[in-house]
């Protein structure tokens, strides 16, 4: 599997799940990954749209709950209004329906205070002044007749405006109210009169009631001047002076967020009411449609617990499928992967045949130079008829002794051509692994048997450092072989003639044999360096090599479980690592795929 690293699929798997976990487990890993990483994004996006979608509800209910105050303060505002007019318009019909004299008559006064209230209600007494401010004539629950106004700001306004609108205030019968009047001038005495009537703060907490407030909210009437007209829930009571800064004059209904010293939100308006000092004005600090938002927010809730539970069904189904697409891949891979070793193999046997068949000659030619002696001897030591019995029983038994000597020397050459075929069949045919016991500078010599005739025709020096003390390694001596035969194919390649190729061997730890085959060709650049063990990448020249000897090494030695690395320097160099455990990964129960 770990051969596989070039490939597409091979880099996600290694990405996705450590080089350390092998087998049926690195597919789990891989298969929990992307679940992970899946449900993880699709969490996010979800929780961004939650959030989002929770933004723009609040944002929208706020906008609704402004527009629903800046309504309810323009109907109130109007409310107000009207109700000033109407009394307005009241006292002025009457002030042009009677005379100062008429009016001087308590009789009279209190018949149309009494048409008043009942046709305009609201009033709590009505009074007639003079131009000196003195309270000639009063229906009412009060004892004000003769009572001095001159001083009041009302009294003033009215002087000047002819209409007046007062603001609350206690005046002489120590409750909170406020006045409306209207004068009327006497032409033939360029004097005036005055009708007021004045109303409870009560009637303005009634008009403003209208306005749907909550536990939290809070309206009221006030001044330019910040006196409060009417009670306030967090700014104080009536007559009291509020720190509220009012704004200047504005037309229409103004409605703003605004902050509490706490830094809690809520939203201010306010608007002024025409004809009057007053100000109207409204705090809203309870939450927008809460109940709509736990509503909406339930709802985003569920559906985001439903998404989630969808998404996680979905992903690990196509977690199942994609993992077992992979390992189908991984499968066909391995097999082709199999398919290149061989072909390696037969195109590495391809290269060595000359020097095979002339290994094979010479002892071929011993054997026929032997055959021929012995036919020749064996003629000659035919004993002519009558011949001395001592004589002919000596020439037999040097005979035999030169047969017997023959024999060996045949024997030998024949032994050491059956080594010869063995070795080379052994290493062509197509074997599944197989473990057993090496030396593995043993196996190396056994290696360089097949190049030595190249290495002596280039004149390369071939240096050997061997370890003598090292311990045998469980592995697959084919394998390894193919492996050593690659990389100093290679190395023979990269060094000119006269070249210097090292062999070392030592044990790096006490679980672990290092094979060192160096050169002092050309070496790597670095930037190659990281690609030499991709499938069909070669520094060679063109037409010089496949670029599958380096790709099968490196998935012989992973799958074996060891590793290989390079170490390169332009124009010194390159040196292979390889590190071969004293136990394969099969027996320690490791097994790559």
């Known amino acids: 599997m770990d051969s596989m690293k070039g490939t597409g699929a091979g880099r996600l798997l290694t990405f996705l799940t450590p080089s350390s976990i092998t087998g049926p487990s690195r597919y789990l890993r891989l298969k929990i990954t992307i679940v992970i990483l899946l449900v993880t994004i699709s969490i996010v996006f979800l929780l961004i749209v939650f959030f989002v979608s929770h933004f723009w509800l609040q944002r929208f209910l706020n906008e609704e709950t402004q527009n629903q105050t800046r309504w309810q303060m323009e109907t109130t505002k109007n409310s107000i209004e009207f109700f000033i007019n109407l009394k307005v318009s009241a006292l002025r019909f009457l002030a042009s329906g009677y005379q100062f004299d008429q009016l001087m008559d308590q009789t009279t006064l209190y018949y149309l205070f009494s048409n008043f209230k009942k046709d305009f209600g609201d009033a709590v007494d009505l009074g007639v002044i003079d131009s000196m401010g003195i309270m000639r004539s009063y229906a009412g629950p009060y004892k004000l007749k003769d009572k001095n106004y001159s001083d009041q700001n009302w009294f003033k306004q009215v002087e000047v405006q002819d209409v007046c609108v007062s603001e609350v205030f206690m005046g002489y019968r120590g409750s909170p109210h406020f006045a409306i009047a209207v004068k009327t001038s006497i032409p033939e005495t360029n004097g005036f009169w005055i009708l007021r009537a004045t109303v409870e703060i009560n009637t303005l907490q009634w008009l403003i009631s209208?306005?749907?407030?909550?536990?939290?909210?809070?309206?009221?009437?006030?001044?330019?001047?910040?006196?409060?007209?009417?009670?306030?829930?967090?700014?104080?009571?009536?007559?009291?002076?509020?720190?509220?800064?009012?704004?200047?004059?504005?037309?229409?209904?103004?409605?703003?967020?605004?902050?509490?010293?706490?830094?809690?939100?809520?939203?201010?308006?306010?608007?002024?009411?025409?004809?009057?000092?007053?100000?109207?004005?409204?705090?809203?600090?309870?939450?927008?449609?809460?109940?709509?938002?736990?509503?909406?927010?339930?709802?985003?809730?569920?559906?985001?617990?439903?998404?989630?539970?969808?998404?996680?069904?979905?992903?690990v189904k196509m977690a199942h499928s994609m993992v077992n697409w992979i390992r189908e891949a991984d499968e066909k891979r391995q097999e082709a992967l199999s398919e290149i070793e061989h072909s390696g193999k037969l195109a590495s046997i391809g290269r060595l045949a000359a020097g095979v068949a002339h290994e094979i000659n010479n002892p071929l030619s011993i054997i026929g130079q032997r055959a021929?002696?012995?036919?020749?001897?064996?003629?000659?030591?035919?004993?002519?008829?009558?011949?001395?019995?001592?004589?002919?029983?000596?020439?037999?038994?040097?005979?035999?002794?030169?047969?017997?000597?023959?024999?060996?020397?045949?024997?030998?050459?024949?032994?050491?051509?059956?080594?010869?075929?063995?070795?080379?069949?052994?290493?062509?045919?197509?074997?599944?692994?197989?473990?057993?016991?090496?030396?593995?500078?043993?196996?190396?010599?056994?290696?360089?048997?097949?190049?030595?005739?190249?290495?002596?025709?280039?004149?390369?020096?071939?240096?050997?450092?061997?370890?003598?003390?090292?311990?045998?390694?469980?592995?697959?001596?084919?394998?390894?072989?193919?492996?050593?035969?690659?990389?100093?194919?290679?190395?023979?390649?990269?060094?000119?003639?006269?070249?210097?190729?090292?062999?070392?061997?030592?044990?790096?730890?006490?679980?672990?044999?290092?094979?060192?085959?160096?050169?002092?060709?050309?070496?790597?650049?670095?930037?190659?360096?990281?690609?030499?063990?991709?499938?069909?990448?070669?520094?060679?020249?063109?037409?010089?090599?496949?670029?599958?000897?380096?790709?099968?090494?490196?998935?012989?030695?992973?799958?074996?479980?060891?590793?290989?690395?390079?170490?390169?320097?332009?124009?010194?160099?390159?040196?292979?690592?390889?590190?071969?455990?004293?136990?394969?990964?099969?027996?320690?129960?490791?097994?790559?795929?």
């Open 210 to 315: 209208t306005i749907n407030l909550k536990a939290n909210d809070d309206a009221f009437i006030i001044t330019q001047k910040g006196v409060l007209q009417t009670p306030s829930r967090f700014h104080g009571d009536a007559l009291q002076i509020s720190d509220i800064k009012i704004p200047y004059l504005q037309h229409g209904v103004k409605v703003s967020e605004q902050e509490l010293p706490d830094g809690t939100p809520f939203i201010y308006a306010y608007t002024y009411i025409k004809d009057s000092p007053w100000i109207l004005a409204a705090a809203i600090r309870s939450k927008a449609e809460t109940s709509t938002a736990k509503s909406f927010l339930n709802q985003l809730i569920t559906i985001f617990i439903v998404s989630i539970l969808v998404i996680i069904i979905l992903t």
């Open 372 to 593: 021929g002696l012995i036919k020749d001897i064996l003629e000659m030591s035919d004993s002519p008829a009558g011949s001395d019995d001592v004589k002919s029983h000596d020439v037999a038994a040097t005979n035999r002794d030169k047969f017997i000597g023959l024999t060996n020397g045949i024997l030998d050459a024949v032994n050491r051509c059956r080594t010869i075929t063995h070795r080379l069949l052994g290493f062509a045919r197509r074997m599944d692994t197989a473990y057993e016991l090496i030396d593995i500078n043993e196996t190396i010599l056994e290696v360089l048997s097949f190049l030595d005739k190249e290495i002596l025709f280039r004149n390369i020096k071939l240096v050997r450092n061997l370890s003598p003390d090292l311990p045998q390694i469980k592995t697959d001596k084919g394998q390894v072989q193919q492996v050593f035969l690659n990389i100093i194919n290679n190395a023979v390649d990269a060094v000119a003639r006269e070249g210097v190729i090292e062999l070392s061997s030592s044990l790096k730890d006490s679980q672990t044999v290092a094979v060192y085959i160096g050169d002092n060709g050309k070496g790597i650049p670095k930037s190659r360096i990281k690609h030499i063990f991709e499938p069909f990448y070669t520094t060679k020249e063109k037409d010089k090599g496949t670029g599958l000897g380096l790709f099968i090494s490196y998935g012989i030695i992973k799958k074996l479980g060891g590793a290989i690395h390079v170490d390169s320097e332009l124009e010194k160099g390159t040196t292979f690592i390889i590190e071969l455990p004293l136990y394969s990964n099969e027996e320690t129960g490791h097994g790559s795929d």
